[in-house]
């Protein structure tokens, strides 16, 4: 059962929200964070079922449907599988273009979708490898092809009205993450740090509607009613249930009209459209980060073969880049995760 067709609530189901990560776990490269927020006028909740004849949950429907699932299951290293997560991610994206156009820039990427969400440039200047993020995209796929299916889409969303209010990644560069890690000493409340930024503008943006939200649980967290009362301290936080991998709540403005209902759900992207296509955008704004990374190194050191960064490829990695990096001197805290 989809999670916004799950639980009970006084919170009106008007819009659904999705939150995801990418790369908390591996060694190298940035943190990635993904949204979704959808405003649907229809009774029906489930929007794989809204949107059958444009998105599927399998990869093999692609290109025919856009493929929204598990990142794990939209990606594999493969030229198809950089296809498929590109179209999917620049596809959705072009939804908030009023030309819907697919094009964009790994800058624009990293740094302006949404801006609000972005880490400062300074930020990224540490990290020599964010110079080398594609002057355009797509890099994978046929940009004019793909604004063709994003047209059929759009048509699609209008008909089963469905609307793509807000979406974007939020990347946090590798310093910025080893500082969070030094400041809270631990990597569940790191991510917690880097996810309450995007559910402060989702509550901003979109609670005065009545807000469904599901954010994807990350390590053995399971009260967040303290975190969401810091976070939003003009409101009241109700417990509705904390049982069964699934940690519940409602949100309600003491004197205003926001209201939420928020899920943290293990495997959330299975029950949530919205959180798919979060996980989808992180996904993306993270490889296209680690393809920089290998063309920065890539050109100092051609034979130097590229990683995704996790762990044991990442140990590999630096092994065989000791000499280079040795050479180029980079602070140990820009590079290699802490924790």
Same mark, same amino acid.
């Given at each position: 059962?989809?999670?916004?067709?799950? @639980?009970?609530?006084?919170?009106?189901l008007?819009?659904?929200? @999705?939150?995801?990560?990418? @790369?908390?776990?591996?060694?190298?490269?940035?943190?990635?964070?993904?949204?979704?927020?959808?405003?649907?006028?229809? $009774?029906?909740?489930?929007?794989?079922?809204?949107?059958?004849?444009?998105?599927?949950?399998?990869?093999?429907?692609?290109?025919?449907?856009?493929?929204?699932?598990?990142?794990?299951?939209?990606?594999?290293?493969?030229?198809?599988?950089?296809?498929?997560?590109?179209?999917?991610?620049?596809g959705?994206?072009?939804?908030?273009?009023?030309?819907?156009?697919?094009?964009?820039?790994?800058?624009?990427?990293?740094?302006?979708?949404?801006?609000?969400?972005?880490?400062p440039?300074?930020?990224?200047?540490?990290?020599?490898?964010?110079?080398?993020?594609?002057a355009?995209?797509?890099?994978?796929?046929?940009?004019?092809?793909?604004?063709?299916?994003?047209?059929?889409?759009?048509?699609?969303?209008?008909?089963?009205?469905?609307?793509?209010?807000?979406?974007?990644?939020?990347?946090?560069?590798?310093?910025?993450? $080893?500082?969070?890690?030094?400041?809270?000493? $631990?990597?569940?409340?790191?991510?917690?740090?880097?996810?309450?930024?995007?559910?402060?503008?989702?509550? #901003?943006?979109?609670?005065?509607?009545?807000?469904?939200?599901?954010?994807?649980?990350?390590?053995?967290?399971?009260?967040?009613?303290?975190?969401?009362?810091?976070?939003?301290?003009?409101a009241?936080?109700?417990?509705?249930?904390?049982d069964?991998?699934?940690?519940?709540?409602?949100?309600?403005?003491?004197?205003?009209?926001?209201?939420?209902?928020?899920?943290?759900?293990?495997?959330?992207?299975?029950?949530?459209f919205?959180?798919?296509?979060?996980?989808?955008l992180?996904?993306?704004?993270?490889?296209?980060?680690?393809?920089?990374?290998?063309?920065?190194?890539?050109?100092?050191?051609?034979?130097?073969?590229?990683?995704? @960064?996790y762990?044991?490829?990442?140990?590999?990695?630096?092994?065989?880049?000791?000499?280079?990096? #040795?050479?180029l001197?980079?602070?140990?805290?820009?590079?290699v995760?802490?924790?």
């Amino acid at each position: 059962m989809p999670a916004e067709e799950s @639980g009970q609530s006084a919170v009106k189901l008007r819009v659904l929200a @999705g939150v995801d990560e990418a @790369g908390l776990g591996p060694l190298l490269g940035p943190l990635t964070l993904g949204y979704a927020v959808f405003r649907s006028r229809t $009774n029906e909740p489930n929007l794989w079922k809204v949107l059958d004849g444009v998105v599927s949950q399998k990869p093999s429907d692609d290109p025919k449907r856009f493929v929204v699932a598990d990142s794990k299951k939209v990606f594999n290293r493969t030229p198809k599988g950089a296809k498929r997560l590109e179209a999917t991610a620049l596809g959705f994206l072009a939804l908030l273009d009023p030309a819907r156009s697919v094009v964009r820039s790994g800058e624009t990427l990293m740094r302006e979708s949404p801006a609000e969400l972005a880490f400062p440039r300074e930020s990224f200047e540490p990290h020599p490898w964010f110079t080398r993020l594609p002057a355009r995209l797509p890099s994978h796929v046929d940009g004019p092809t793909l604004e063709l299916r994003v047209e059929r889409l759009a048509r699609a969303l209008r008909k089963a009205s469905v609307e793509l209010v807000d979406a974007g990644v939020r990347v946090v560069p590798e310093r910025e993450l $080893n500082q969070s890690f030094a400041r809270t000493e $631990n990597k569940s409340r790191t991510s917690w740090e880097q996810c309450a930024a995007i559910l402060a503008r989702v509550w #901003a943006l979109h609670a005065s509607e009545g807000l469904r939200c599901v954010v994807d649980r990350q390590g053995g967290r399971a009260h967040y009613g303290g975190l969401l009362g810091r976070l939003y301290p003009g409101a009241a936080v109700e417990l509705v249930r904390e049982d069964d991998g699934l940690s519940e709540y409602t949100v309600v403005e003491r004197s205003g009209p926001r209201r939420m209902q928020i899920l943290f759900a293990e495997k959330a992207e299975r029950r949530s459209f919205a959180v798919a296509l979060a996980s989808c955008l992180a996904k993306y704004a993270r490889e296209t980060a680690m393809d920089a990374f290998n063309a920065y190194f890539r050109e100092l050191s051609p034979t130097l073969a590229p990683t995704a @960064g996790y762990t044991t490829d990442g140990r590999r990695w630096l092994e065989d880049a000791a000499d280079l990096l #040795a050479r180029l001197e980079l602070p140990r805290e820009c590079l290699v995760r802490e924790r």
